[in-house]
């Protein structure tokens, strides 16, 4: 069973081997039938830009209405004779890959599942139905991952892929040259040029940062880098593929992790790495260092540990003894009481049916783990308050045009949708890099928070619930500010 879990509010999707009963020894026809059927694709979550693959859940008329959100798993039936071996999800949109074709389904409007030999007057923002990606290597896929919006492809001759949003350097091209990366016509889409001997076996997206893992257990990184998710000591864009440095270099790496912009490394030894951001005590064991510049082992004392995930604001591991563990922010499964646990915390074993387990999985506010009898459990949060926040201000804008655009574009909610609270703002200064920066935020409110469907920043905690957020503020400023929009909030309610 393979469990995938991002970007949009609570989506995730998985494949179930099913089982078959035959009353006589089957031919080799039927078994070779049977193996095609041997896997199904089911889906649940946000269904409204097609990214479960399932037409009739956005076709007005034909479900009596669209139905953006399915609480239930659904079958994909679509897949039903594809073999599908391996699941990605990203922004409003899904990949799904058997062992040599590539599919995609739901939101396109930055190529995400455009693939090759594309042309704009092809091109269309959504597909509703599983849609077959055509790249240039048409050997065997061996992994698969999908970032905010663009994705990396794998295969067995070592080639690696990327199409998409090409903004940050993503997808291995200077985003001066492209800001997105789809194959032409007149010009084929390019494999990811990695600097190694060893082939790449392993590739994974967190939001905007891309990282390939070779035979050999090395770590390349390249995307955007302003949070150090690229480990090597430098900040900023960084198109071109590098090794990760630090504790993890000379180590051979077998599995990476991380939804957003705190990354872990897990060694054949069973050793974590960790760098990237770290706000609310993800490095553990009492690192209160906010940002990790480079590659940091984490001195657990917890048994080899054999599955490793982060959220946005927590970590997750299992060890080979099938225990879990847990730390940093928010809900990490140990109830509404926990709001921060710097040191590891075991979740009993009764909550998974006092199975072992055997593997973990993170996304931006979620985690989710698979027993040895492939039970799935899942947890995470839903927020209907929000803090307004201005990031990056493009050319003529002003800051609260900026806000507004990004509220549109990374968390799919339009102005009328909110109840916006132009009174109450701040602006927090600081110095990252040895450089002055300031962020403004604005205060904003989802009129009607049972009919949006929320998508999810590229930083979560930009839209956390405003009472938690004000009990996990890892420094002053923050926490002064969030007190004071509570402030507000109060006076506002009375």
């Known amino acids: 069973m393979l469990v995938s879990s991002r970007g949009l509010r609570r989506k995730f999707v998985w494949t179930e081997a099913a089982n078959f009963a035959t009353k006589a020894a089957p031919t080799a026809a039927e078994l070779k039938r049977k193996q095609r059927t041997s896997l199904s694709v089911y889906g649940c979550g946000l269904a409204a830009t097609g990214a479960l693959g399932i037409a009739k859940f956005v076709m007005p008329g034909v479900?009596?209405?669209?139905?953006?959100?399915?609480?239930?798993?659904?079958?994909?039936?679509?897949?039903?004779?594809?073999d599908i071996r391996r699941i990605s999800c990203g922004f409003g949109f899904s990949l799904f890959a058997s062992a040599d074709k590539l599919y995609g389904s739901g939101l396109n409007n930055l190529w995400q599942i455009a693939g090759h030999f594309h042309t704009e007057a092809t091109g269309q923002e959504y597909y509703i139905s599983p849609k077959r990606i055509t790249l240039?290597?048409?050997?065997?896929?061996?992994?698969?991952?999908?970032?905010?919006?663009?994705?990396?492809?794998?295969?067995?001759?070592?080639?690696v892929y990327a199409f998409g949003d090409n903004n940050h350097g993503q997808c291995g091209v200077d985003p001066e040259q492209r800001k997105t990366l789809v194959g032409q016509m007149e010009e084929r889409l390019p494999s990811i040029e990695i600097p190694s001997t060893s082939k790449a076996v392993t590739v994974h997206c967190s939001l905007d940062t891309s990282f390939v893992l070779t035979e050999s257990g090395e770590v390349f990184a390249f995307g955007l880098n302003e949070d150090s998710q690229c480990a090597n000591g430098r900040y900023g864009i960084q198109p071109l593929p590098a090794k990760i440095l630090g504790d993890a270099e000379g180590e051979r790496i077998i599995g990476i992790a991380g939804?957003?912009?705190?990354?872990?490394?897990?060694?054949?030894?069973?050793?974590?790495?960790?760098?990237?951001?770290?706000?609310?005590?993800?490095?553990?064991?009492?690192?209160?260092?906010?940002?990790?510049?480079?590659?940091?082992?984490?001195?657990?004392?917890?048994?080899?540990?054999?599955?490793?995930?982060?959220?946005?604001?927590?970590?997750?591991?299992?060890?080979?003894?099938?225990?879990?563990?847990?730390?940093?922010?928010?809900?990490?499964?140990?109830?509404?009481?926990?709001?921060?646990?710097?040191?590891?915390?075991?979740?009993?074993?009764?909550?998974?049916?006092?199975?072992?387990?055997?593997?973990?999985?993170?996304?931006?506010?979620?985690?989710?783990?698979?027993?040895?009898?492939?039970?799935?459990?899942?947890?995470?949060?839903?927020?209907?308050?929000?803090?307004?926040?201005?990031?990056?201000?493009?050319?003529?804008?002003?800051?609260?045009?900026?806000?507004?655009?990004?509220?549109?574009?990374?968390a799919g909610i339009d102005s009328k949708e909110l109840d916006i609270?132009?009174?109450?703002?701040?602006?927090?200064?600081?110095?990252?890099?040895?450089?002055?920066?300031?962020?403004?935020?604005?205060?904003?409110?989802?009129?009607?928070?049972?009919?949006?469907?929320?998508?999810?920043?590229?930083?979560?905690?930009?839209?956390?619930?405003?009472d938690e957020a004000v009990g996990i503020a890892d420094y002053a400023e923050m926490g002064a500010l969030l007190k004071k929009f509570a402030t507000y909030i109060k006076e506002q309610n009375k």
């Open 421 to 466: 609270h132009k009174d109450c703002h701040e602006t927090l200064r600081y110095t990252a890099h040895n450089k002055p920066k300031s962020v403004k935020y604005w205060l904003a409110r989802l009129k009607n928070p049972e009919d949006v469907q929320l998508s999810h920043e590229h930083q979560n905690h930009m839209w956390a619930e405003l």
């Open 63 to 82: 479900n009596k209405g669209i139905q953006s959100e399915v609480v239930f798993p659904r079958r994909v039936q679509y897949f039903n004779i594809r």
């Open 259 to 410: 939804s957003t912009d705190t990354i872990m490394a897990l060694s054949d030894r069973g050793d974590v790495f960790i760098w990237g951001q770290s706000e609310y005590g993800q490095a553990g064991m009492g690192n209160t260092q906010i940002q990790l510049k480079y590659s940091t082992r984490i001195p657990l004392s917890l048994g080899k540990i054999t599955s490793i995930g982060s959220t946005a604001f927590g970590c997750i591991i299992a060890n080979e003894q099938g225990e879990v563990y847990v730390w940093g922010a928010g809900i990490v499964g140990m109830g509404p009481n926990m709001q921060k646990t710097e040191k590891p915390v075991k979740l009993d074993q009764p909550l998974f049916e006092n199975r072992k387990v055997h593997r973990v999985y993170a996304g931006n506010c979620a985690m989710a783990v698979i027993n040895d009898e492939d039970r799935a459990f899942i947890w995470g949060q839903n927020r209907l308050f929000f803090i307004l926040v201005k990031r990056h201000v493009d050319p003529g804008e002003d800051e609260w045009i900026a806000a507004l655009r990004e509220t549109k574009e990374e």
């Open 136 to 159: 240039p290597n048409e050997g065997k896929i061996v992994s698969i991952s999908s970032g905010r919006a663009h994705s990396l492809v794998a295969f067995k001759d070592g080639s």
